[in-house]
T-cell receptor, first 111, second 115 residues
Framework: SQQGEEDPQALSIQEGENATMNCSYKTSINNLQWYRQNSGRGLVHLILIRSNEREKHSGRLRVTLDTSKKSSSLLITASRAADTASYFCATGETSGSRLTFGEGTQLTVNP | DTGVSQDPRHKITKRGQNVTFRCDPISEHNRLYWYRQTLGQGPEFLTYFQNEAQLEKSRLLSDRFSAERPKGSFSTLEIQRTEQGDSAMYLC?????????????FGQGTRLTVV
């Protein structure tokens, strides 16, 4: 079963705009990770944020985590056509046994 | 290339046949995971190993599925008597558990089509 729920399911923006995707989850977590997946390919790890962190940056990516609301957001600034992909959040359980994925947000960046 | 490697990338098989997939994790990683992903869905956890020990199996992993990691390095996932519902992308990931860096890195996947 999926723990995370991404919102929106699909997002279409113009190149240069910012894209924000949200993820909600249900149980206590050790960490939350964001992945990108191009069509038919494997998942590329983007960023990991630990449960005791509130914000993290990596290049054009900004991730926030609110454990009280059990939610996270991924912001991609100054989007490019190459950012077109599906984005998934995955929660790492406190037991450390597995990552549980949401159903993803399909991002389309129009040139 | 020092990433996670999966073989084959694509497999087409007839219903009822057995198939085996291989995963080579990042060499120093002690954890190895198998996931299954169908079109339009997120990956679903199947099983994971810490070194050679299989520590957890999902209810999704029916008796027709078996996974091994005999020497704590590469792993194989076998599906016996394949069914059309087994058609999916099978993803392998590895991580280094026990350190501050617990990111899981994925391979490119094996796409299985059962006809």
């Amino acid at each position: 079963s999926q723990q995370g729920e991404e919102d929106p399911q699909a997002l279409s923006i113009q190149e240069g705009e910012n894209a924000t995707m949200n993820c909600s989850y249900k149980t206590s977590i050790n960490n939350l990770q964001w992945y990108r997946q191009n069509s038919g390919r494997g998942l590329v790890h983007l960023i990991l944020i630990r449960s005791n962190e509130r914000e993290k940056h990596s290049g054009r990516l900004r991730v926030t985590l609110d454990t009280s609301k059990k939610s996270s957001s991924l912001l991609i600034t100054a989007s490019r056509a190459a950012d077109t992909a599906s984005y998934f959040c995955a929660t790492g359980e406190t037991s450390g046994s597995r990552l549980t994925f949401g159903e993803g947000t399909q991002l389309t960046v129009n040139p | 290339d020092t990433g996670v490697s999966q073989d084959p990338r694509h497999k087409i098989t007839k219903r009822g046949q057995n198939v085996t997939f291989r995963c080579d994790p990042i060499s120093e990683h002690n954890r190895l995971y198998w996931y299954r992903q169908t079109l339009g869905q997120g990956p679903e956890f199947l099983t994971y190993f810490q070194n050679e020990a299989q520590l957890e199996k999902s209810r999704l992993l029916s008796d027709r599925f078996s996974a091994e990691r005999p020497k704590g390095s590469f792993s194989t996932l076998e599906i016996q008597r394949t069914e059309q519902g087994d058609s999916a992308m099978y993803l392998c990931a590895s991580s280094l558990w026990g350190t501050a860096n617990t990111e899981a890195f994925f391979g490119q996947g094996t796409r299985l089509t059962v006809v």
